[in-house]
């Protein structure tokens, strides 16, 4: 076993076992270099494959945080996580497409159990609940549902609901959007989404399950988006 593996493993069943909790931040790459006697180039790797499979985010700075781990799927899906992440608005203006957003739900409600599981948060505390149509070239692409702890995004107003999430979250707020676990499936449309998406019955939509994260690791965003027949879906597309 390579140096860099054995340090992956030793970690990985540290933050498995609760050595080092969710939300935790792990010992800086000096101290990991010293308990494990590798080098910086070795930590660094270790740290990247880490990262990549999902157990730690890491803050410029700051270091490098546990993520609470979502260890299994349900049968029959597939589940990926992402460093990637771009909003739909900027994405699609970037290909010069002209893009709008129908808004049919922005609340603040309490969490069902499911919710506040993904959110890692309290069933007690409240979330903004959004539901919003997204066009492109006046084509509706996709229906998100949404759900964002307030306490973890303060002061959502419908102005960036009608625009981008993402570039309130990043520009407005200072925080650093950093990754995703996904879960992709293929569903028949609700009665509103063949209304808004203007879908049959019979056609299937591309499903996307996903609870995204902040640099730190903390929950900020549990939805589900609904994507047209035929669209094509780009990995990275969320909010």
Do not use: W
């Not at 054995?6 to 990985?12: E, N, P, Q, S, Y």
């Not at 270790?46 to 990262?51: I, K, S």
């Not at 909003?87 to 203006?93: N, S």
């Not at 569903?187 to 994260?213: D, I, R, W």
Request: with cysteine; hydrophobic share 35%.
């Amino acid at each position: 076993m390579l140096k860099y593996e054995a340090v992956i493993d030793d970690l990985k069943e540290g933050i498995e076992t609760g050595a080092y909790p969710p939300y935790s931040q792990l010992p800086s790459t000096a101290q990991l270099c010293e308990k494990y006697g590798v080098s910086k180039i070795t930590i660094k790797k270790a740290m990247d494959q880490l990262e990549a499979m999902g157990y730690i985010s890491r803050r410029r700075g700051s270091g490098s945080f546990v993520k609470r781990h979502d260890e299994n799927l349900p049968a029959g899906l597939t589940g990926e996580h992402s460093n990637q992440m771009t909003g739909f608005m900027a994405e699609h203006r970037a290909r010069s497409e002209r893009v709008s957003t129908k808004v049919l739900t922005f609340t603040v409600e309490r969490p069902s159990p499911k919710v506040a599981a993904a959110l890692d948060m309290d069933e007690d505390s409240f979330v903004y609940h959004i539901i919003r149509v997204r066009s492109a070239n006046d084509i509706p692409l996709a229906i998100e549902y949404t759900y964002m702890p307030i306490d973890v995004i303060p002061d959502l107003k419908t102005a960036a609901v009608e625009s981008s999430i993402y570039s309130y979250i990043e520009d407005d707020l200072g925080l650093k959007i950093s990754s995703a676990h996904r879960t992709v499936r293929a569903v028949l449309p609700t009665e509103l989404e063949e209304k808004e998406l203007h879908e049959e019955p019979t056609s299937p939509l591309l499903e996307v399950e996903q609870t995204a994260f902040l640099d730190d690791g903390k929950a900020f965003e549990y939805s589900i988006s609904r994507h047209a027949h035929g669209y094509e879906l780009y990995v990275i597309s969320t909010k």
